[in-house]
């Protein structure tokens, strides 16, 4: 990457005034449960907002046995506490519309459509109201709020945590999704015959490292922040690809809201902001929330119609997503590993430089679409290193549901084919997506619509997006270089199809403590 030059001015994050969720990824809180707040009126919500800037987690020291809390606001929460218009049009137009708004722009743009679209949604923002649902849609969309976000290091942990926070909602009167509504929020991390999963485990016979449903090592692939402006590593990202209020890759500050120097705001001690405003915005981002349902089933019946043309059903795996199942990159490996069950988490390839034709990791992976390093098509590596730099978000999801029976051997889950597909949801299980970005439409949106969804992004074919979170078109193939030709893989009986669906999404604006408490004294205001 090119060299970092000293920044226009200094700075350094205030981690203190950070949510942890932006800074760490809770790693050791192996438990997780997201409370959706259905409601955020009433005389006390502003005594439930002073109550939590006081105990959510803050800063990027990891935290080991013990619990967290993080909140993030949707734009109609934000309506709903009292915060004026001014100031919530200075919000990213992404976030003021919702994932689901736009008369329906978003929702293409995404790839929600078909099964996807918000009509099917189990929770998120209401549809508008000239959208008229087909016979065999959901009831209406649940809008939201707010988001709670909680974590702990045991199932018996999270349960207390969840419990509180209900009792601390209901006493302040702020309205939270029951226990019986169909949201699936609990979010646990797959373990195979009861054995840890997590990097602190007994190593003997184990499945290592954090996997999701499919059975794939997850959460390799991060970007790390600058966060001062003498830390000139090229490596990192700059902070403002993440916080508002510090310069980003293109030494630009991300347009954050300002508010008046009100008692309140200058009570919430706010940074200082442009023309004697004070920045709302300030060590705060954009959470990305997607509730993705995975076809576990769908994926490995796939891979092993076409096992035989790529050697095994691992192999066929392995290039839909771009690494080995143990975390292990195919531009670095290509040969099948000893131990899919290992833990291998190399992640200094480049494409363009290691594997530019794609015979190793095709061009179309989902890793390679996902995050195209050096490999932009018509960019030099370099150039496309930088531009990369801009697109770049951070991952903090969770799974969701119990794996499916035989996790996570591809040929132990297929034979329990006949028992997943009796249930009332062929597809009971998936992934909490939740990723953290300073601009939701140049970062998040950019990447699903131009890397993922775009047809003609690598291949320029018209029937190719990502193998895994693409839209699928007509009668798409998945190419593979191979001599002498290469292989189509899609073709036989078992067609490529989505191996995902969305099932429930909306942006929420992730504030400091410090704007948490601002937003406090603001739901506690007269009127």
Same mark, same amino acid.
């Given at each position: 990457?090119?060299?970092?030059?000293?920044?226009?001015?200094?700075?350094?994050?205030?981690?203190?005034?950070?949510?942890?969720?932006?800074?760490?990824?809770?790693?050791?809180?192996?438990?997780?449960?997201?409370?959706?707040?259905?409601?955020?009126?009433?005389?006390?919500?502003?005594?439930?907002?002073?109550?939590?800037?006081?105990?959510?987690?803050?800063?990027?020291?990891?935290?080991?046995?013990?619990?967290?809390?993080?909140?993030?606001?949707?734009?109609?929460?934000?309506?709903?506490?009292?915060?004026?218009?001014?100031?919530?049009?200075?919000?990213?137009?992404?976030?003021?519309?919702?994932?689901?708004?736009?008369?329906?722009?978003?929702?293409?743009?995404?790839?929600?459509?078909?099964?996807?679209?918000? @009509?099917?949604?189990?929770?998120?923002?209401? $549809?508008?109201?000239?959208?008229? &649902?087909? +016979? !065999? =849609? *959901? %009831?209406?969309? #649940?809008?939201?709020?707010?988001?709670?976000?909680?974590?702990?290091?045991?199932?018996?942990?999270?349960?207390?945590?969840?419990?509180?926070?209900?009792?601390?909602?209901?006493?302040?009167?702020?309205? @939270?999704?029951?226990?019986?509504?169909?949201? $699936?929020?609990?979010?646990?991390? &797959?373990? +195979? !015959? =009861? *054995? %840890?999963?997590? #990097?602190?485990?007994?190593?003997?016979?184990?499945?290592?490292?954090?996997?999701?449903?499919?059975?794939?090592?997850?959460?390799?692939?991060?970007?790390?922040?600058?966060?001062?402006?003498?830390?000139?590593?090229?490596?990192?990202?700059?902070?403002?690809?993440?916080?508002?209020?510090? &310069?980003?890759?293109?030494?630009?500050?991300?347009?954050?809201?300002?508010?008046?120097?009100?008692?309140?705001?200058?009570?919430?001690?706010?940074?200082?902001?442009?023309?004697?405003?004070?920045?709302?915005?300030?060590?705060?981002?954009?959470?990305?929330?997607?509730?993705?349902?995975?076809?576990?089933?769908?994926?490995?019946?796939?891979?092993?119609?076409?096992?035989?043309?790529?050697?095994?059903?691992?192999?066929?795996?392995?290039?839909?997503?771009?690494?080995?199942?143990?975390?292990?990159?195919?531009?670095?490996?290509?040969?099948?590993?000893?131990?899919?069950?290992?833990?291998?988490?190399?992640?200094?390839?480049?494409?363009?430089?290691?594997?530019?034709?794609?015979?190793?990791?095709?061009?179309?992976?989902?890793?390679?679409?996902?995050?195209?390093?050096?490999?932009?098509?018509?960019?030099?590596?370099?150039?496309?290193?930088?531009?990369?730099?801009?697109?770049?978000?951070?991952?903090?999801?969770?799974?969701?549901?119990?794996?499916?029976?035989?996790?996570?051997?591809?040929?132990?889950?297929?034979?329990?084919?006949?028992?997943?597909?009796?249930?009332?949801?062929?597809?009971?299980?998936?992934?909490?997506?939740?990723?953290?970005?300073?601009?939701?439409?140049?970062?998040?949106?950019?990447?699903?619509?131009?890397?993922?969804?775009?047809?003609?992004?690598?291949?320029?074919?018209?029937?190719?997006?990502?193998?895994?979170?693409?839209?699928?078109?007509?009668?798409?193939?998945?190419?593979?270089?191979?001599?002498?030709?290469?292989?189509?893989?899609?073709?036989?009986?078992?067609?490529?199809?989505?191996?995902?669906?969305?099932?429930?999404?909306?942006?929420?604006?992730?504030?400091?403590?410090?704007?948490?408490?601002?937003?406090?004294?603001?739901?506690?205001?007269?009127?």
């Amino acid at each position: 990457m090119t060299a970092r030059r000293q920044p226009d001015f200094a700075y350094e994050v205030d981690v203190d005034d950070v949510q942890a969720i932006a800074l760490q990824a809770f790693k050791a809180l192996t438990e997780a449960q997201f409370l959706f707040v259905r409601e955020l009126r009433g005389p006390r919500v502003g005594d439930w907002l002073k109550t939590l800037a006081e105990v959510v987690a803050r800063g990027a020291a990891e935290r080991r046995d013990a619990l967290a809390v993080n909140v993030a606001f949707t734009h109609l929460g934000l309506q709903a506490i009292g915060l004026d218009a001014p100031t919530r049009k200075q919000f990213g137009v992404a976030f003021q519309q919702g994932m689901s708004g736009g008369g329906g722009h978003r929702s293409w743009e995404l790839g929600d459509v078909e099964d996807s679209a918000p @009509l099917h949604w189990r929770w998120g923002n209401t $549809p508008p109201p000239d959208d008229a &649902p087909p +016979a !065999d =849609a *959901r %009831p209406p969309s #649940r809008p939201v709020h707010a988001v709670l976000l909680l974590y702990a290091g045991s199932a018996e942990a999270l349960q207390r945590l969840v419990a509180d926070q209900r009792r601390l909602a209901a006493d302040c009167g702020v309205e @939270l999704y029951g226990e019986d509504v169909e949201i $699936p929020m609990r979010g646990e991390w &797959p373990r +195979a !015959d =009861a *054995r %840890p999963t997590d #990097r602190s485990g007994d190593p003997r016979g184990a499945v290592q490292g954090l996997r999701e449903h499919f059975g794939f090592v997850d959460g390799i692939s991060q970007p790390e922040f600058r966060l001062r402006a003498d830390a000139l590593d090229p490596a990192l990202v700059a902070p403002g690809e993440l916080l508002l209020g510090y &310069p980003d890759e293109s030494g630009a500050r991300p347009p954050s809201p300002l508010v008046p120097a009100s008692p309140a705001a200058l009570d919430a001690r706010l940074a200082a902001g442009a023309n004697g405003m004070l920045d709302l915005g300030r060590n705060g981002t954009y959470l990305v929330f997607r509730q993705i349902a995975q076809d576990v089933h769908g994926f490995w019946e796939f891979a092993q119609a076409h096992a035989q043309e790529l050697g095994t059903i691992e192999h066929c795996a392995a290039k839909l997503i771009g690494r080995w199942r143990n975390g292990a990159p195919l531009t670095d490996t290509p040969q099948q590993p000893a131990d899919l069950n290992g833990l291998d988490e190399r992640n200094t390839f480049q494409f363009a430089t290691d594997d530019a034709a794609g015979r190793s990791c095709p061009v179309g992976a989902h890793v390679r679409r996902a995050n195209p390093r050096d490999a932009l098509p018509g960019f030099s590596p370099q150039r496309s290193l930088d531009a990369v730099q801009r697109h770049r978000i951070l991952r903090r999801g969770r799974p969701f549901g119990a794996p499916l029976s035989g996790w996570p051997d591809p040929e132990r889950m297929l034979a329990a084919a006949r028992e997943h597909l009796a249930g009332d949801d062929p597809w009971p299980r998936g992934m909490h997506f939740i990723c953290l970005n300073a601009d939701i439409e140049r970062q998040f949106e950019f990447i699903q619509r131009r890397w993922i969804n775009d047809p003609t992004f690598v291949n320029q074919r018209a029937d190719e997006v990502d193998p895994i979170l693409g839209r699928q078109r007509g009668n798409p193939t998945f190419r593979v270089p191979a001599d002498p030709t290469p292989l189509l893989l899609g073709r036989g009986t078992v067609k490529l199809r989505r191996f995902t669906r969305v099932i429930g999404g909306e942006y929420f604006f992730l504030p400091s403590q410090r704007a948490l408490r601002y937003l406090a004294a603001v739901a506690a205001a007269p009127g």
